[in-house]
């Protein structure tokens, strides 16, 4: 599986961006996607995740209310929607996707979201 990620830069706080990424090859088995971002001398934490089969999202704290996952998203792709953005969202944002029957998750390439106050 190989994953395209699209979207990021730079914007003012207040300011909204759209992340895209998409699946291919060996999709069959992918029945989750997201993404997780990392800060410098952070960990990598997840974002937002949404399952396939039925629509379940999920959110962390810190983006609840601000970033969406759109339910109409094509299959095998995930978009992010980031609203209200702040410094704090500053990160390198990468797209996941996830098989809960391989137990293999795959990542995209990472892209940068910056975040000027």
């Known amino acids: 599986v190989q994953l395209q990620a699209s979207g990021g830069g730079l914007v003012q706080a207040g300011g909204s961006l759209r992340l895209s990424c998409a699946a291919s090859?060996?999709?069959?088995?992918?029945?989750?996607m997201g993404w997780y971002r990392q800060a410098p001398g952070k960990q990598r934490e997840l974002v937002a995740t949404?399952?396939?089969?039925?629509?379940?999202?999920n959110y962390a704290d810190s983006v609840k209310g601000r970033f969406t996952i759109p339910r109409d998203n094509v299959k095998n792709t995930v978009t992010l929607q980031m609203n209200s953005l702040k410094p704090e969202d500053t990160a390198v944002y990468y797209c996941?996707?996830?098989?809960?029957?391989?137990?293999?998750?795959?990542w995209g390439q990472g892209t940068q979201v910056t975040v000027s106050s």
């Open positions: 996941y996707a996830g098989s809960t029957s391989t137990a293999r998750v795959y």
């Open positions: 949404i399952i396939s089969n039925n629509g379940y999202t």
């Open positions: 090859g060996s999709t069959f088995s992918i029945n989750a």
